[in-house]
């Protein structure tokens, strides 16, 4: 199982980014697919995820301001980030679990600053 981030970077506060998650190595399609980040000092947070049937869920914090989405035929995952924060600045990561086994990625860098 593979999972690679892309699509980090320095952004301006209200400023927009696209985070992509390319994966290999298992049936993407059958399942869920998560985001998390961590921010400095702090402890790795959820951040959204997304069924094997395009069920979603955020955390209260990006809630209407991100958007995840999924390409079962590129078995690619995406982070819309909208509105971006300085609070927001963060490696995010790509996660999911096959086989009882737990899966990351390497993390994309996000840093959100005027």
């Known amino acids: 199982v593979q999972l690679v981030e892309s699509g980090g970077g320095l952004v301006q506060p209200g400023g927009s980014l696209r985070l992509s998650c390319a994966a290999s190595?298992?049936?993407?399609?059958?399942?869920?697919m998560r985001w998390y980040r961590q921010a400095p000092g702090k402890q790795r947070e959820f951040v959204a995820l997304?069924?094997?049937?395009?069920?979603?869920n955020y955390s209260d914090s990006v809630k209407g301001r991100f958007t995840i989405s999924r390409n079962n035929a590129e078995n690619t995952m995406f982070l819309q980030m909208n509105s971006l924060k300085p609070e927001d600045t963060a490696v995010y990561y790509c996660?999911?679990?096959?086989?009882?086994?737990?899966?990351w990625g390497q993390g994309t860098q996000v840093t959100v600053s005027s």
């Open positions: 996660h999911t679990i096959w086989s009882t086994k737990v899966y």
């Open positions: 997304i069924t094997n049937a395009g069920d979603v």
């Open positions: 190595g298992f049936t993407f399609s059958r399942n869920t």
